[in-house]
């Protein structure tokens, strides 16, 4: 199948190019940036004698001449109004954004007006380990936060089995790519290197879409605390979820049992890393308790796992292969 990856310079649409060379199905006929005019090898040196193909200027109509699913690495609000119309020109589409991840009134509470409400509706959420049947028969993917995957995936399994009168704090660090490929003052070298803080506590835009997918998936109102940390790695996700239990249960036996058959998730005796998950699309999950009080603890690849192999995961579902094809599985260790 011939696929389009539109927003290619960027950290996400290089960690696209680079599973879809290796892609069994899928062949990338369309590569995109806001300015065209020069060849992948020049925007993403490392690419050189890898892949020659040259980069055009995002246009829809174009796109849709070349692919049949498009792959949208764009920053929210941008991918859209792109999503939009290659929807309206019969592509499927994996967005990477948080444009579709959220229902209306919460998403323009916390991002802006939302330009394309007729397809909300027709979004799936591409968790697969928990919305697989809806991801088969998509036509539009809002692919998960970075923070909302490696969340939900230690929350979820606990939810019933917890208080839910009680407060559910999750700490969650990132590496900087997290944020993009502009420098800004937060992630200038100076600022992040050796250095470790907190960001957005109580009001980072992920709080939000983690509330909403466990009330979506297990109907309760959960209170979730979420602070985020900005950490002095290139890449990984470390989220410790607090919670409290309503009785003293076997928490890894709940654990092992809501993912005995997940192709991508690990479940780990001791407390796990973020560098056995980097360059892949596991998530490891590590789980402890002491009573009533609750730890769990996830690692994925914020660029992987929390968006590009996970993308790519959820166009297998789609086009109806294999989940695991062509989806990274090697960290790069040590
Ligand atoms: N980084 C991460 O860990 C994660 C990112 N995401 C989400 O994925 C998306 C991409 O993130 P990331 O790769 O980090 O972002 P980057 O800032 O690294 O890249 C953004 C890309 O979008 C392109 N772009 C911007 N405006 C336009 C336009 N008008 N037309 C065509 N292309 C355009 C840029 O092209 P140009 O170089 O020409 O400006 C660039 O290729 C974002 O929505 C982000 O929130 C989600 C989960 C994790
Ligand atoms: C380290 C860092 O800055 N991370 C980003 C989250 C990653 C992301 O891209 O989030 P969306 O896809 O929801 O936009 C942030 O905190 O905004």
Redesign the pocket.
């Known amino acids: 199948m011939n696929v389009a990856i539109?927003?290619?310079?960027?950290?996400?649409?290089l960690e696209l190019i680079k599973i879809l060379i290796n892609h069994p199905k899928f062949n990338i006929a369309y590569i995109?940036?806001?300015?065209g005019d020069i060849n992948v090898k020049d925007l993403h040196p490392c690419l050189k004698n890898v892949i020659n193909m040259d980069v055009s200027l995002?246009n829809a109509s174009e796109v849709a001449k070349v692919a049949d699913l498009a792959f949208l690495?764009?920053?929210?609000k941008?991918?859209m109004s792109f999503a939009k119309e290659l929807l309206e020109l019969g592509l499927k589409v994996i967005d990477?954004?948080?444009d579709y991840r959220l229902e209306l009134e919460t998403y323009e509470k916390y991002y802006c007006e939302h330009l394309d409400k007729e397809h909300i509706k027709d979004a799936v959420y591409g968790l697969p380990e928990y919305f697989k049947e809806d991801i088969k028969t998509a036509k539009l993917i809002a692919n998960p936060?970075?923070y909302p995957t490696a969340s939900l995936l230690a929350l979820l399994p606990f939810i019933d089995y917890i208080d839910t009168d009680a407060q559910i704090f999750i700490d969650a660090k990132s590496g900087v790519?997290?944020a993009?490929?502009?420098p800004s003052e937060t992630t200038h070298y100076c600022q992040i290197n050796d250095n470790v803080h907190a960001y957005n506590p109580f009001k980072h835009r992920h709080m939000p879409e983690i509330h909403e997918k466990v009330k979506i998936l297990k109907g309760k109102d959960v209170s979730i605390n979420f602070v985020p940390h900005l950490l002095p790695l290139t890449r990984g996700m470390l989220v410790s979820v607090f919670a409290t239990l309503k009785d003293d249960i076997d928490v890894n036996e709940i654990l092992n049992k809501a993912y005995k058959d997940c192709e991508f998730i690990r479940i780990r005796e001791k407390p796990v890393d973020v560098k056995s998950v980097a360059g892949t699309n596991f998530c490891d999950l590590f789980v402890a308790k002491n009573g009533k009080a609750l730890f769990v603890s996830s690692a994925i690849d914020?660029?992987l796992r929390?968006?590009s192999s996970q993308a790519v995961v959820n166009a297998n579902i789609i086009c109806g292969y294999e989940e695991y094809e062509g989806i990274p599985k090697i960290a790069y260790v040590p």
């Open positions: 539109i927003g290619a310079s960027g950290y996400t649409g995109a940036n806001s300015s995002a690495a764009l920053p929210h941008t991918a990477l954004s948080a936060g970075c790519s997290g993009g490929k502009n914020n660029l929390g968006a």
